[in-house]
T-cell receptor, first 118, second 114 residues
Framework: DGGITQSPKYLFRKEGQNVTLSCEQN?????MYWYRQDPGQGLRLIYY???????QKGDIAEGYSVSREKKESFPLTVTSAQKNPTAFYLC?????????????????FGPGARLTVL | KQEVTQIPAALSVPEGENLVLNCSFTDSAIYNLQWFRQDPGKGLTSLLL?????REQTSGRLNASLDKSSGRSTLYIAASQPGDSATYLC?????????????FGKGTLLTVNP
């Protein structure tokens, strides 16, 4: 049963604390992504990784960090430097980074995780 | 910078109606356009992907069209059902030399009333 899992679904953080969101995929995909979604907003890219031990900043990377030590795992840490961390976080993966215009490959999304700062 | 706009932001229709959701984008140099469905508190599910060389794609009661030159796409839902109630997101990929990046619209919240 292939797919992307995110756990836990709900996280709570006190101000000043770091929190790590997990993302695991068994699709054998090389590329993985983290998005943030705020109410009434489109998804915004935080970080992405095209291969193990490589990752790049997206549009809103400040206050976040990631690692890619294994192909199937791409955890996201929301640090205390992130001023407004309460949001819905979505992990995604695709076969590879950089799809051609003729590709029908797409990004597959996990179920999401809601982070609330207390 | 690519911008994606979806109109309307919300739509409420009675069951059985045919409806159209609209998506526009500012940079026509895209690789593809996708429509996703998102249920409340859930992840995204890809509905249709239209490659830049295609004009439309169909899946069951869904039909998506793409007019790349004018920067527009529509998602047509036939004979709507209460189970179609969800947020529909449009996303384009490949603009600005970033052939990996999906740029999303804010979505249209669809409610189909029984």
């Amino acid at each position: 049963d292939g797919g992307i899992t995110q756990s836990p679904k709900y996280l709570f953080r006190k101000e000043g604390q770091n929190v790590t969101l997990s993302c695991e995929q068994n699709l054998n995909h090389d590329a993985m992504y983290w998005y943030r979604q705020d109410p009434g907003q489109g998804l915004r890219l935080i970080y992405y990784s095209q291969i193990v031990n490589d990752f790049q900043k997206g549009d809103i990377a400040e206050g976040y960090s990631v690692s890619r030590e294994k192909k199937e795992s791409f955890p996201l840490t929301v640090t205390s430097a992130q001023k407004n961390p309460t949001a819905f976080y979505l992990c995604a993966s695709s076969i590879r980074l950089g799809l051609s215009p003729y590709s029908t490959d797409t990004q597959y999304f996990g179920p999401g995780a809601r982070l609330t700062v207390l | 910078k690519q911008e994606v706009t979806q109109i309307p932001a919300a739509l409420s229709v009675p069951e059985g109606e045919n409806l159209v959701l609209n998506c526009s984008f500012t940079d026509s140099a895209i690789y593809n356009l996708q429509w996703f469905r998102q249920d409340p508190g859930k992840g995204l599910t890809s509905l249709l992907l239209i490659q830049s060389s295609q004009r439309e794609q169909t899946s069951g009661r869904l039909n998506a069209s793409l007019d790349k030159s004018s920067g527009r796409s529509t998602l047509y839902i036939a004979a709507s059902q209460p189970g179609d109630s969800a947020t529909y997101l449009c996303a384009v990929e490949g603009s600005g030399g970033s052939n990996y990046k999906l740029t999303f619209g804010k979505g249209t919240l669809l409610t189909v009333n029984p």
